[in-house]
Structure formats: structure tokens, C-alpha cells
């Protein structure tokens, strides 16, 4: 079976009876949904990016944290329950968006032009795999979904330690990884790399999906999912930036 590094995406959510026609996941269907949880993450990211621009950071910080909180629930419902997907994907498409437009305004404030950059690295990158995967120029061994699965396993438990050190005040070298230093920068380069090659993955994943005859109610799943790696290429591509702009 087919396996992506993105546990919104997986061989188990996709594994159900065979389904034809209106009944069957596509992959024009999946693209649709997508571009419909994209157009709400922009709609909500641009009014809290005006609200900062127009009154700062305090107008505007516990918007982004209420985002990023219902993000992380409706998240985790979408993954568990597919059934209500049709729900949760589009709230949690809208409450990333409000910490993602304060995310971004702060930056901008710092380094003027940063966003327009990383945006347009984020979709330079993301049409560039898919143009690559379609070609053939990149195929999914076993092999590879095997490499990434394990970067992308160590990459969150590496996080997940880290936090857990920081709330014992235990720095942990973060701010030699999280600075802009030789290491941070390379340390950023490969998490965008990791987090370029799970679009590949997801990319796999619904084709392999829409081949199948997975239920219609699995493209939102695949449009979530992919959103769920593009919203974490454009962070990662947005710290990697700020970082190399500080060193000016």
C-alpha cells in the first residue's frame, strides 16, 4: 500500500471498497477543494494581516492565537474522523489563516518584501514537484517513502523534545539552530527540503487515491493533507528567509 510522511494522508485513510462515478474520489475534484481551502486560508490571512498593519501586534495576537488552537483541533478531528472532513477541513483552512496573517505580518514589519518571496518560493516549489512528478522526472519508491517517513518522524520528535526541554528552561542548543548561523541556515535548508518532498508524497498519495476508487468524501481528505504540507512550506521557507535577511 501507498504511505506519505503527512499523517493526514496515509494507505488506511484511503483504503475502502472500490467506488465509480459520482461516487469516486478525482483528482479535478481534489485540486477544487483544494483551491476552496487555499482561497479561505488567504481570505482570513489578509484581514488579520490589516488588522496588524493598522493597529499591531496586540490587535491581533490573540486572533492568531485562537487560530492557531482551532487549527490544531480541527486538525486532529480531520485526521480521526473522516466523516465530518467536509467540516473540519474548511475551519481549519480559515483558523490558519489568522495565525498565519500575524505570523507573516510580523516578519514583513522586520524585513519589508519577505512574504511576497516565501509565497512565491512556496508555489514556485510546489509547481515545480508537481510538474516534476507528473513528467515522471520523480517517481515514489518504497525506499524513498521510507527516507522521508523517518526524516519527518525525527524532525517532530526533535521538536517535540525541545519544547518539552524549553517549558524546564533548558535551551537545548535552540539558539544556535534557531539562530542564522552556518548551522540554523542549514538546519532550515533541510527542513524545507523534508517538508518539499512530503508534497511529493501527497501528490502520490491522491493519485493513488483517485486510481483506487476512493470514496468522493476522500478528496477534501487529500486537500487537506496537502494543505497541511504547503501551509508547513511556506513557515518553513519564511523562517529560512528572515534568517538569511538578518545576517545583512
Given amino acids: ?13 484511503f483504503k475502502a471498497a472500490s467506488y465509480s462515478g459520482n461516487n469516486a474520489m478525482t483528482i479535478e475534484g481534489t485540486v477544487n477543494k483544494c483551491l476552496i481551502l487555499l482561497g479561505l486560508v488567504i481570505l482570513t490571512a ?3 494581516w490589516s488588522q496588524f498593519m493598522s493597529k499591531g501586534l496586540v490587535s491581533v495576537s490573540g486572533l492568531m492565537m485562537i487560530g492557531g ?3 490544531l483541533i480541527a486538525a486532529l478531528i480531520s485526521i480521526f474522523n473522516h466523516r465530518v472532513i467536509h467540516i473540519t477541513a474548511p475551519i481549519y483552512a480559515a483558523a490558519e489563516g ?18 511576497i518571496q516565501a509565497v512565491g518560493l512556496t508555489f514556485g516549489t510546489l509547481f515545480c514537484l508537481l510538474a516534476a512528478y507528473k513528467s515522471g522526472k520523480i517517481k515514489v519508491t518504497e525506499n524513498m517513502r521510507l527516507g522521508i517517513l523517518a526524516a519527518t518522524g525525527g524532525l517532530a520528535l526533535f521538536y517535540f523534545i525541545t519544547f518539552i526541554l524549553s517549558m524546564f528552561g533548558m535551551g537545548f542548543g535552540m539558539n544556535i539552530i534557531l539562530g542564522n548561523g552556518v548551522i540554523g541556515i542549514g538546519f532550515s535548508l533541510f527542513v524545507v527540503a523534508i517538508a518539499a518532498l512530503n508534497l511529493v508524497l501527497d501528490f502520490d498519495v491522491i493519485e493513488k487515491g483517485a486510481a483506487n476508487g476512493a470514496p468522493k468524501q476522500m478528496e477534501w481528505y487529500g486537500a487537506f493533507g ?23
Fill in 98 to 115: 489568522l495565525f498565519l496573517g500575524g505570523f507573516s505580518a510580523m516578519l514583513e514589519t522586520q524585513y519589508p518584501g519577505l512574504v
Fill in 46 to 48: 489578509s484581514w488579520t
Fill in 69 to 71: 488552537i482551532v487549527a
Fill in 1 to 13: 500500500m501507498f504511505k506519505t510522511a503527512n499523517p493526514a494522508l496515509n494507505s488506511k485513510s
Fill in 226 to 248: 496537502l494543505m497541511v504540507t504547503l501551509v508547513w512550506l511556506y513557515i518553513e521557507i519564511l523562517r529560512l528567509l528572515a534568517k538569511l535577511r538578518s545576517r545583512d
